[in-house]
């Protein structure tokens, strides 16, 4: 099994490095990676710069590719450039930090996860809710054993599976949930700065507010020590609605 892995919090991420050392125990794993950062930065590709593929050694030997890019550029180049032929499933990840509800959106290892899905190829999104003291080894041995049933069950087209692993000890994790995306989202606040120079500035910050979240919603099944998977698929048509909007009779008379 060709295993492209990826994910936004950049190559030299702590939770890509534990997912690259469980999924090796089952198929060749290849790393294409941002370079930097890139948590938030959705699902953006690179058009007026140039992309760089650059070769990272670790511990002496070939780690994988980084990418001056967002996760969505490191999917396409993996697939298309580095794997001579498609890749048998894309993974990004693990995330340092939940992404569930509307955060989803906004997501660069969802992106990713997209990316590999629009491309054809079985793909998830693996993240654990932590923002801090993260220990990424349960989650990746759930990967590891999830990336088997994905490749043995395979995914309906148009579909990716959005993985969201509570982060505490194995024996409190209580099961497995299957999920919808919930409404949960970041409320936002600017906090006003002023700069050594005198200048003001911004910075985006916040808390997360759960609202009418039932029991069918990925936030609540993590909360409650469940690992929620979601299947996502990014046809954003709302299909409820087609019928009502074509009842508005626009025209070109009017
Ligand atoms: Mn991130």
Redesign the pocket.
């Known amino acids: 099994m060709k295993i492209l892995l990826t994910n936004?919090?950049g190559i030299n991420a702590p939770g890509i490095y534990a997912l690259y050392r469980e999924l090796r125990k089952i198929g060749q794993a290849f790393i294409v990676a941002p370079e930097t950062?890139q948590?938030a930065i959705g699902h953006a590709i690179t058009l007026s710069n140039p992309l760089r593929l650059r070769e990272i050694y670790r511990d002496g030997s070939f780690y994988g590719y980084s990418v001056n890019g967002t996760p969505a550029d490191c999917v396409k180049l993996g697939a298309m450039v580095v794997f001579k032929e498609p890749p048998d499933i894309v993974i990004s990840g693990i995330?340092?930090?939940p992404n569930l509800g509307i955060d989803v959106i906004y997501s660069?290892?969802v992106s990713a996860a997209t990316e590999g899905t629009i491309l054809g190829i079985p793909s998830m999104a693996i993240s654990l809710a932590t923002r801090k003291e993260p220990d990424y080894s349960f989650a990746a041995a759930f990967t590891r054993e999830l990336c088997l049933k994905v490749k043995e069950k395979n995914l309906p087209a148009g579909t990716l599976l959005n993985v969201n692993i509570p982060a505490v000890p194995f024996d409190r994790i209580k099961g497995v949930k299957i999920t919808r995306q919930g409404k949960a989202r970041f409320k936002d606040t600017f906090e006003k700065r002023t700069d050594p120079r005198g200048n003001v500035y911004y910075w985006l910050t916040g808390e997360t507010i759960r609202e009418e979240e039932d029991d069918e919603a990925d936030g609540k099944a993590v909360i409650e020590n469940y690992i929620s998977i979601t299947p996502l698929h990014f046809d954003l048509t709302s299909y409820p609605n087609i019928c009502w909007l074509k009842g508005w009779n626009i025209s070109l008379k009017d």
């Open positions: 936004d919090d950062e948590s995330n340092l930090g660069g290892t």
